[in-house]
């Protein structure tokens, strides 16, 4: 079976209708052959009958004693002129041969076969004699009217050589044709897989042309036969899928360059200007620190891009238990309290949800993010609000900060890597850019949903999370 799995397409197509051909064909000429034979029985049975009345009109007519061998058996001899190949035996009461056509010996016939009432097909037998081939019949007649105790046993033997000889070569001429036919089917046959499999090889080729250069590529399901439109639809969607992954590739690898040609700059910078001329140890000290903080966001960078990416290659990295999102918003209060006392905001935790089935560290990353990104963003004076809700069984956080409102075109962007609203600023005291590309991700893990809104001057970041739908998972 595994073999024949690997066998092309066009090669099992065609051995299938080729095996079907074949086995209609040789059906149907054993149907063919069969009526050729029933037919010629047929034949045959009604020339035997012609002689078997011919024998009992002479038998029915011959008043004499069935002693009286010799008048009876010169009738008998007249019987059946005409009628060439055709040979009978009759036998009297006693069992004496009464009359044997020349030629042909059917005493043996008429003794061992089982006397017929009637000449039909099913009671014909055959006999080979001498390289040649008879039907024969046995029939019980009975004698004239005032003779009508004499009883005869008459064996008819009509020559079948003719219609057998026909037959065998109506079978070869049969068999030619069969195998002339499956030749010509297995042809067409394979003719009409491969026709049929030239859009298969224009669309493989087609797809072998594209590179990575020309992933906008797609193919049109308008030029291809509807068989296969579900199958090129399936494989543009595919290739936007790979355009648009390879595309962010792309740019997040472009983003890494950028955002690490940046510290690496400033450190070769801040180097070569301490090596310029001899330094007291204080600005050593100072030169130390500054390239610290560089090594330090660094490597805060690279700890974000590889979570990034673990995240995003496995799953399983989740250590699934009950969160209360209440008791984790308390948590990141305390731990933040301060920073927002320094920039003068005020932290406030609204409403309440159900526990949801997730991974606290990782939930409590997600909401700090959002957390420290509303601070960092929220005027002196305001608060950034945590409310939780429970809609339709779904737990919602929503993290509302007062501020700039974000343009409409940016908003989309936002859980993007290293996307920042204004490019031409560099915040090293904010990140690299991937603390809300991080939040999405955690947040798709959880099988849940982020997103934003600005406007009024205010922004939300919503997170829902599928609390139940998540703890069936896990159950399963």
Known sequence: MSRFRTTSLAFRVTAIVSIATTLVFLAFGQIVVRSLHHHFAEQDAGELAVVADSVQRVLGTHSASPGDVGTLASRLAGAVAGHHGVYFYVAGADGRAIYKSPGLDLTSVAHRQVPAERVAVSFLQKLSVDGKTYRTIVLRMTGAPGNAEATYRVAIAGNMDAHLHYIARFQETLWLTTVLMCAIALLSAWLAVRQGHAPIRKISARIRSITSS?????????????????????????????????????????????????????????????????????????????????????????????????????????????????????????????????????????????????????????LGNLLSNAIRHSPRGKSVRVRLDE??????????????????????????????????????????????????????????????????????????????????????
Request: aromatic share 6%.
């Open 214 to 366: 020309q992933l906008h590529v797609r193919l049109d399901p308008r030029d291809i036969p509807i068989e296969l439109v579900d199958l090129v639809d399936s494989f543009n969607d595919m290739l936007g899928q790979v355009e648009d992954g390879f595309q962010r590739l792309s740019n997040f690898s472009a983003d890494i360059a950028h955002e690490l040609r940046t510290p690496v700059t400033n450190l070769t910078t801040e180097t070569q200007v301490a090596l310029s001329k001899g330094r007291s140890v204080e600005e050593y000290r100072e030169i130390l620190y500054s390239n610290l903080e560089e090594f330090e966001r660094m490597s805060k960078m690279i700890s974000d891009m590889l979570f990034l990416a673990k995240a995003d290659n496995d799953p399983g990295i989740l250590a699934i238990g009950d969160v209360d999102l209440a008791e984790e918003v308390q948590r990141l209060f305390q731990f933040y309290d301060a920073w927002a006392d320094d920039k003068g905001v005020s932290l406030k935790l609204e409403g309440s949800s159900p526990k949801v089935k997730g991974d606290a560290l990782m939930l409590r990353r997600a």
């Open 391 to 476: 809609v339709d069984g779904i737990a919602v956080v929503r993290v509302i900060n007062t501020g700039t409102e974000i343009a409409e075109e940016h908003l989309p962007k936002l859980f993007d890597r290293f996307y920042r609203v204004d490019p031409s600023r560099h915040r090293t005291d904010e990140g690299a850019g991937l603390g809300l590309a991080i939040v999405k991700s955690i947040v798709t893990l959880h099988h849940g949903k982020v997103s934003v809104s600005s406007k009024n001057s205010e922004t939300i970041f919503q997170i829902e999370f599928a609390g139940r739908q998540l703890a069936t998972n896990k159950s399963r």
